[in-house]
């Protein structure tokens, strides 16, 4: 991971400022060294689209991007992410919706929504690696993000119909500095 | 938009595969949950909770955290019992007890996870700081964690009030039943213990609650599925009238049941909120989910049935004996397991002798809650692994032993006087046969057993009792009323407002309770906004539970846009110069039948509701709104869930090859919602049939404390689901809908274990628990006669 050593920040009163680009712009606020990535994100820079199901590592519901891999936020320390370049739902769709959303509305993918943030995030980073996934590797790839509504049948189905749609090569958002504005 | 021409007109929108309105805000990360939920000087909360299964309390030091800096205050048991008076469920029937549960508890703890104390701290963090500092000395008292031993006389006692912890005894029986087993051909039983399951929504519990000193008024916030049902149960415990109390469920992460309850919690934040003058949230963590919020569907059950040599069911007795854990879970009770279980025995079977006995333990558990499919999931896995079981032993087809014995599409009174209104009870297993190719498969498996593999087919098909209307409700054993309210406003620029006291978790009641004023008002549905989840703006309702929205809320909406109809029917006859029956209304407009130059649009009909003065007919009222309230008699869902798994007699392991789903709920307001209804029902089902189990050890610690433990099915488990669908509309409710949304979890779990059974059939096993797990299954191989055959 690339990182940018000038924004260590120093302690005051308990807490560190941590500066970081995230969906595209830069942000900064201030952390006890232990505040989770998550509530970092939900708290400090109010992006509350990051859910917490567990705080263990396990549901997924918290996955954002960093640096374009995968990461379960509650997982993770906010002053871990100094420097990092972080994508969160908010960060998916960039005037409409990400094909991603578009499917997982048409595919009937989301019931209570708790989940769907996370679940967008590591479908779209399988579109990235890999534009026209099958069924099993849709499954093998979600399989770390926990979904009690669904049964995952429509889940599957939109990130299918996403990748038809080309949600892979041209909705790219792991890379890109998208929906700054 | 430019008018569509007449000849082109939209679908009807009820029975239309209606794209969900609600999706667009969750897929932005634009959801609201109750955690979202942030005020002016809130603080935080976190409790302090048991870490044994059974003690008494007898020192509480919290000198230590109130002295942490950034705690605002620390609550003991005491003094909570001082500001708020303790939850008492009470089930209006006589052979039901009462049980108390304090808001914290006060002289003594009765399960892992039970509050003890609550920090309230200016963060979440600085809370659960100040609640390690809280010291606490206990004298450890024995547990009891078994639900048979629980009630046999020589356990310790959890309740003072509840004699040999058995919160109710309960029997029914035929007059004939015990001489129909006397004289049977055959009497086949089975002891099953049905696994203690959870619901574990995805979004833990939670409450924020705004006390305004100036006012006086209470605003709370809740994780929950039944907002104007908190508020009346909540409100005498808090001292409070309903009037200064509004309760907001803002988006809620599912509850399948679990936050169809009031919890402890729901009085506690408000009450200390008001204490310390400030806002207080508190967000359930997981381990404290687990732990604390409600367990469900323990059942330990012996059913038997009497057969004869041609392999007719002649009589059903069962006895079912539920571990409730140490409360009886508000307000339902923690009858809600074993009563539905008993009660739904006959299932789609005629059956005229029918004998059961319900025993409800307490032990030192988590206390058990509704969870989709309460009750009748356990009590049709006990009932369907049995026939799987008698069919092997008669040497009678499983499916066809089924049919025999089932009854027929007609209006049906079970022995249990329970009124279906009439199914596809045969037509659906026959559909599921032929989507299986059912002979197709038991030639395969012929074939894969002669290569050593062994998979087999397991038929589940279901009578769901949903909807919990008052006549439902009392069918299964709870006596209340249980109805529910809409109210349909058309605005002065025709646009739809619909209120309804049930609440959207996750079902997407925006959309298909829109899709039913809509047709009833002839407007589009983009028109119609449904307002719920808020005690101050939207009429009193029970909530959204036990599968019962479509039918009731979709009813009392029916009922008031019915009222507001006949207005605009006849504003449209006055200003058309026609009789009102003359009159369609459609995609926005009044049109005279037949006359398509003659029509008005709907707005234009509201502003003259509203402002049109000596246009408005005479003596109708200026308003077009209309309130309505709907009871929706007694109705049944049916349908089958057939699972085909391969069962790897080395390792264990159980593949999930393909799960086809039948259902039948009447009319179906909107198909895309109902397949998504089946497809998690299933899912759920599933995981209660292979893996999901809170299990305790004899001292009644908590081992499956975290999701490393209790194992929720990933993408990686559930197979793909195909669906299918027969209508057979109730001839009883409003628009003839059924509910449904639970079948899948009743009926899923002995499909997989019939197929366990089916595929294992040579080595005779008789599967009596779920989960099964991979030992299980190599327990069944190596018990079996079968020689094992080796892969080639």
């Given amino acids: ?169 041209e909705a790219s958002v792991a890379t890109t500095p998208a929906a700054a504005s | 938009m430019a008018a569509e021409p007449m000849t082109v007109r939209s679908p009807q929108y009820v029975g239309a595969r209606v794209l969900r309105v609600e999706d667009k805000k969750y897929l932005l990360g634009r959801g609201r949950y109750l ?108 547990a009891v964690v078994d639900a048979e031993e629980a009630i046999s006389g020589d356990a310790p006692q959890l309740h003072d009030d509840v004699p040999n912890n058995n919160v109710a005894h309960i029997e029914f029986a035929t007059d004939g039943v015990d001489a129909a087993f006397a004289a049977a051909d055959h009497v086949f039983g089975k002891r099953f213990h049905c696994g203690r399951s959870h619901a574990a929504p995805l979004e833990t519990r939670g409450v924020v609650a705004d006390f305004d000193l100036g006012t006086e008024q209470l605003t709370m916030w809740s994780s929950t599925q039944l907002p104007h049902f908190l508020r009346t149960l909540i409100a005498p415990h808090l001292g409070l009238s309903e009037g200064d109390i509004t309760v907001i469920a803002p988006d809620v992460g599912g509850g399948f049941g679990l936050k169809a309850h009031v919890f402890v919690e729901e009085a506690i934040i408000p ?30 059950m012996d059913v038997e049935i009497a057969v004869s040599d041609d392999g007719r069911f002649q009589a059903f007795r069962g006895r079912y004996i539920g571990d409730g854990g140490a409360y009886s879970g508000f307000p339902w009770s923690c009858l809600i397991d074993p009563l539905p279980a008993a009660s739904l025995l006959p299932s789609l079977y005629d059956v005229r002798e029918l004998g059961y006995t319900v025993d409800s333990a307490l032990t030192n558990k988590c206390q058990t809650t509704a969870y989709r499919g309460p009750g009748m999931h356990p ?116 646009t739809v407002t619909v209120t309804t006291g049930t609440f959207s978790h996750g079902q997407g009641h925006h959309t298909s309770l829109a899709q039913v004023a809509a047709d009833r008002l002839g407007v589009r549905l983009e028109s119609v906004r449904v307002v719920d989840g808020d005690t101050s703006k939207a009429t009193w309702g029970a909530g959204t539970y036990a599968s019962r929205t479509a039918t009731v809320a979709g009813g009392s909406i029916i009922l008031a846009a019915t009222d507001v109809r006949d207005k605009l029917l006849r504003i449209a006859a006055q200003m058309l110069e026609v009789s009102p029956d003359d009159i369609e209304l459609y995609d926005g407009h009044a049109t005279v039948t037949g006359v398509p130059e003659k029509t008005l649009p709907i707005a234009t009909l509201a502003g003259i509701g509203y402002f049109g003065g000596p246009l408005r007919p005479e003596g109708q009222e200026h308003t077009l709104s209309a309130t309505r309230y709907y009871d929706a008699p007694e109705t049944y869902s049916n349908g089958v869930v057939v699972v085909i798994v391969e069962v790897d007699i080395e390792t264990g392991a159980v593949e999930l090859q393909r799960v086809v789903a039948v259902e039948d709920c009447g009319t179906m307001l909107n198909p895309m919602i109902v397949d998504g209804q089946v497809h998690g029902a299933i899912a759920q089902g599933i995981g209660g049939a292979l893996y999901e189990e809170m299990v305790y050890d004899d001292a009644g610690q908590l081992l499956s404390g975290t999701l490393a433990d209790f194992l929720y099915p990933s993408s990686m488990e559930i197979p793909s689901i195909e669906v299918s669908h027969l209508t057979t509309p109730s001839p009883t409710t409003e628009g003839g809908m059924k509910g449904m949304g639970e079948g899948g979890t009743i009926a899923a779990p002995a499909a997989v274990v019939n197929a366990i059974t089916d595929a294992l059939a040579p080595f005779e096993p008789e599967i009596n628990h779920t989960p099964v797990r991979p030992s299980d299954v190599l327990a069944l191989v190596a018990r079996g006669p079968a020689q094992r055959t080796p892969k080639p």
């Fill in chain 1, 1 to 169: 991971m690339k990182r940018d050593d000038n924004h260590d920040g120093a302690i005051v009163d308990g807490e560190i400022e941590v500066r970081l680009q995230v969906n595209g712009a830069s942000r900064r606020g201030r952390a006890e060294p232990r505040m989770l990535l998550a509530d970092f994100l939900r708290q400090e820079l109010v992006l509350t689209g990051t859910h917490l199901g567990c705080e263990h590592g396990v549901c997924g519901a918290c996955t954002v991007l960093v640096d374009g891999a995968p990461v379960r936020s509650c997982l993770m320390l906010a002053v871990q992410a100094q420097g990092a370049d972080v994508t969160t739902v908010e960060g998916l769709a960039n005037g409409e919706l990400h094909p991603l959303q578009q499917a997982f509305n048409e595919k009937h993918g989301l019931q209570c929504g708790f989940c769907t943030p996370g679940m967008l995030l590591s479908a779209a980073v399988l579109l990235e690696e890999n534009p026209a996934p099958s069924s099993e590797e849709i499954r093998e790839h979600l399989s770390g993000n926990i979904c009690r509504c669904t049964g995952y049948v429509g889940i599957v189905e939109a990130v299918q119909a996403a990748a038809q749609a080309g949600g892979g090569a």
């Fill in chain 2, 35 to 142: 955690d979202d939920v942030v005020l002016p000087a809130m603080a935080h909360a976190a409790f302090v909770r048991s870490p044994h299964a059974h003690a008494l309390i007898k020192r509480v030091d919290v000198s230590a955290a109130k002295a942490l800096e950034g705690v605002v205050a620390v609550l003991t048991g005491e003094e909570l019992a001082e500001l708020g008076s303790a939850f008492v469920t009470e089930l209006q029937r006589p052979d039901v007890l009462s049980v108390t549960k304090p808001l914290l508890a006060t002289d003594k703890v009765r399960h892992v996870g039970e509050a003890v104390a609550i920090v309230i701290a200016e963060s979440r963090y600085l809370a659960e700081d100040g609640c390690d500092l809280v010291e606490i000395e206990w004298e450890l008292l024995p």
């Fill in chain 2, 271 to 300: 009450l200390v909120a008001r204490r310390v003058g400030r806002p207080v949230k508190w967000v359930e963590d997981r381990i404290e989910h687990l732990a604390a919020s409600g367990h469900a569907k323990e059942i330990v």
């Fill in chain 2, 379 to 494: 009590g049709h896995l006990a009932r369907e692994t049995l026939i799987e079981d008698i069919a092997r032993k008669l040497k009678i087809d499983p499916v066809a032993l089924r049919v025999k014995n089932c009854i027929s599409s007609e209006p049906y009174v079970t022995a249990n006087d329970m009124h279906y209104d009439g199914g596809s009870y045969i037509e659906s297993i026959e559909l599921a046969q032929e989507l299986v190719d059912y002979a197709g498969f038991r030639r395969e498996q012929l074939a894969a057993r002669e290569q050593g593999r062994y998979i087999g087919i397991g038929f589940s098909p279901f009578v769901e009792a949903g909807t919990w209307g008052s006549e439902g409700a009392r069918a299964l054993g709870f006596p209340a009323e249980f109805y529910d309210t809409a109210s349909v406003t058309m605005e002065p620029d025709g």
